[in-house]
Nanobody
Framework: VQLQASGGGLAQAGGSLRLSCAAS????????MGWFRQAPGKEREFVAS????????AYAESVKGRFAISRDNAENTVWLQMNSAKPGDTAVYYC?????????????????WGQGTLVTVSS
C-alpha cells in the first residue's frame, strides 16, 4: 500500500492550497481516509476525515469552514482544499487510510500512512 501526498508549498495568509493523496495497492473505495498535520515541536493532530463512500466528513474545529476534504474513488485520490490559510496551518500534512467504517478522528485509528507534504503559510 502506498499513499502519496503532494501539493504542499508556500502560501500567503488568506490564500489557498490543494493537497492531494494518491492511493495504490488497496481497494480505495473501502477505506476511510484522513488528513493529519504536525507542526514543529507539536504532536500530530487531526485535520479532516472522509468515509469510504464520501457521504460523511469530519473536521477539526480549527479548520472547519476553511478546509474541505473530498475524494474520487474512481481516481483513488483524496484531496484537502485549504482556503483562508493562516500561519497556524503551517505543518507537515499526512494522509492516512483505514478499513474501519465511518469517519475517524484519531491518528491511532489509521493503519496506513503516507509521507508528509510541507505546507508553509506566511503572514
Amino acid at each position: 500500500v502506498q499513499l502519496q501526498a503532494s501539493g504542499g508549498g508556500l502560501a500567503q495568509a488568506g490564500g489557498s492550497l490543494r493537497l492531494s493523496c494518491a492511493a495504490s495497492g488497496l481497494t480505495f473505495s473501502r477505506y476511510t481516509m484522513g488528513w493529519f498535520r504536525q507542526a514543529p515541536g507539536k504532536e500530530r493532530e487531526f485535520v479532516a476525515s472522509i468515509s469510504a463512500s464520501g457521504s460523511s466528513t469530519a473536521y477539526a474545529e480549527s479548520v472547519k469552514g476553511r478546509f474541505a476534504i473530498s475524494r474520487d474513488n474512481a481516481e483513488n485520490t483524496v484531496w484537502l482544499q485549504m482556503n483562508s490559510a493562516k500561519p497556524g496551518d503551517t505543518a507537515v500534512y499526512y494522509c492516512a487510510a483505514d478499513r474501519t467504517i465511518g469517519v475517524l478522528t484519531r491518528a491511532r485509528s489509521y493503519f496506513y500512512w503516507g509521507q508528509g507534504t510541507l505546507v508553509t503559510v506566511s503572514s
